[in-house]
């Protein structure tokens, strides 16, 4: 006779903790779908505690942007016994496979040059010798 298996949900349901978890996940991605369309695709996370909902935004723009709709945010999650609402950005972390790092940029000989004969001019002492560490930077030429 073979074995049906269950689905991990079913398995969590089981369990207080975990069955408390899925439900405010449940609850939350609900909230997230009656935000404005736009507004919706940009939101990274939202979190609920004692009436203040904090959405998190992909960008400054979006957050200006949710700022202006706040009336009807609070209108859409009435249902919700939303009561304030936060913003805050978000930053999605950068898949270092996805973009990798960026070869560190040199100096020419020739702009080396022109910073020492630059900090050669200065009556400073600190920018001749922030001028002078700066041409230390150049690549050397390859013979």
Known sequence: MRQRFQHIRDHLQQHAEARAQLDQAAHLAAMRAQLPDALGAHCLDLTL??????????STAWLTRARFLVGDILT?????????????????????????????AHLSETA???????????SDPHLRATLQRLARL??????
Do not use: C, M, W
């Open 49 to 58: 505690s004692n009436g203040r909902l904090t959405l998190f935004f992909d």
């Open 76 to 104: 859409s999650l009435k249902s919700y016994h939303v009561e304030e609402v936060r913003f805050q950005v978000k930053l999605p972390e950068p898949d270092p496979q996805i973009a990798p790092r960026r070869p560190r």
């Open 112 to 122: 080396a040059h022109h910073l020492l004969e630059a900090a050669a001019q200065q």
């Open 138 to 143: 150049a690549k050397p030429v390859a013979d």
